[in-house]
Structures are given as C-alpha cells and as structure tokens.
C-alpha cells in the first residue's frame, strides 16, 4: 500500500462547528506532515510528527490542534475557523531517516468555513 | 529560513517540444530537492528528486539538474504530451536526518498545446 488517504473529501463548517480531518497511511512512514494550500498557491507547511510527537510547529493559531494517536493515523482538530482557513489541507508522510525523505501527499480535504 | 524562487509562473509549449523550469532556493543548508506535479482537484504527485552530492538524475522524459554552488535547479520534460499539462512544484527542504518540511516555489502552470 502506497497510499495516503484523507478524510472527509470535502467539509463545509461553520465559525462555531467542532470538525476533525483525517489520515491515515499504512507504509510505515514514521514522519507525518499537514500542510496548507490556498488557492493557485503552493502549499505551506503547518505542523510535522516524528515518530508520533510533534516536532515542528510553524506557528498555526490555536483553533487548528494536530494530533498523532498512532504512527498510522493523524488527525487535524478545528474549532472556532474564520472564513480566511477554507483551503485544502494536506497531509503527507514520510521515512524518517538520513537516507530518504521523499514525502507523499494525499488529495486533501477541501475546507469551507462560512 | 529557506526562499524558493520559481520561474516561469506560466509556460506553454507545443505538444513535442520540450519545457524548462527554473527554481533558486536561499538557505545553503537545504540538501533535498523534489519536484511535485499537481492536477486539478488533486494532491501533489511526486515526479523526480535530487540531493546535493548529485548533479543531475534522469527519469525516462523527465530529468533534474542542481547547482549547488548558484543554488538553482532545474526541471526538464522532453516531448511533452497533453497529460503533462499541470501544475509543477519546486521544493528544498534539510533532507537527510529527521523530519523535515518542504518549502515549495509558487508553482508553474504548464500548458501544452495540441
């Protein structure tokens, strides 16, 4: 298997909704990533786990909470959105070794916050 | 922290011909290079890789070349098809050793005419 896969596909939410999104990847990759792409832009990195612990937080606001309950599995918890955070929000993952690191990318969940 | 430049933003070629694009990055630490490609709707795909012991790597019609020393990289598609018309991302990253993100370019929105 050497598949990320992301869900919802699409998530439309309200200013005051409580949302997840999901991963999930089942390559052994140690190292998982989100990233946020904003329309006709590149994407920008948000958060990054190594082996399950976060390591890189590229100062997201509080109302977006990453967590990694398991090395297959990564979760994006959002409360309180504000229009200006619908994108797409993708999640990769990686081997965490000094010999690779090439990141695969699943299709992403597209955000709407009205 | 790291400054991907990538150029042309947009690039048409007729379907045969080859296509070239540019990227320079900022950090001389960042010793990871991929290019993504990314259609419509969908995550981005890796396509080709290099790392800086190497200067150039070939993968069938596509191919990557890297100046270490100008800090600029380059990828190149020979007899381009219609399928190849997407979006085409550069990105650096401190590969090599721990999780690490991506920075990417802006992208290149390649259109290849019939």
């Known amino acids: 298997d050497t598949e990320v896969t992301q869900t919802p596909k699409h998530l439309v939410m309200g200013m005051t909704n409580k949302k997840s999104l999901k991963c999930e990847q089942h390559m052994g990759h140690r190292a998982m990533y989100w990233y946020k792409q904003k329309a006709k832009k590149p994407p920008e990195l948000m958060f990054v786990y190594s082996y399950e612990k976060l390591s890189i937080n590229e100062s997201v606001p509080s109302r977006f909470s990453p967590e990694c309950p398991n090395s297959s599995l990564l979760n994006l918890h959002l409360h309180a959105l504000q229009p200006e955070d619908s994108a797409l929000y993708l999640c990769?993952?990686?081997?965490?070794?000094?010999?690779?690191?090439?990141?695969?990318f699943g299709p992403g969940t597209r955000l709407t916050v009205l | 922290g790291e400054n991907v430049e990538q150029h042309p933003s947009t690039l048409s070629v007729q379907e045969g011909d080859s296509a070239v694009i540019k990227c320079t990055y900022s950090?001389?630490?960042?010793?990871?290079f991929p290019w993504y490609k990314q259609e419509l709707g969908k995550g981005p795909q890796l396509i080709i890789d290099?790392?800086?012991?190497?200067g150039e790597k070939k993968d069938q019609r596509i191919a990557v070349t890297l100046n270490k020393t100008a800090k600029h990289f380059s990828l190149h598609i020979t007899e381009t098809q219609p399928e190849d018309s997407a979006v085409y991302f550069c990105a650096a990253s401190i590969g090599g050793g721990g999780a690490d993100g991506l920075t990417f370019g802006k992208g290149t929105h390649l259109i290849i005419q019939p």
């Open positions: 290099i790392r800086s012991n190497v």
């Open positions: 990769a993952s990686s081997q965490e070794n000094r010999h690779t690191n090439e990141q695969f």
């Open positions: 950090d001389s630490a960042s010793n990871y």
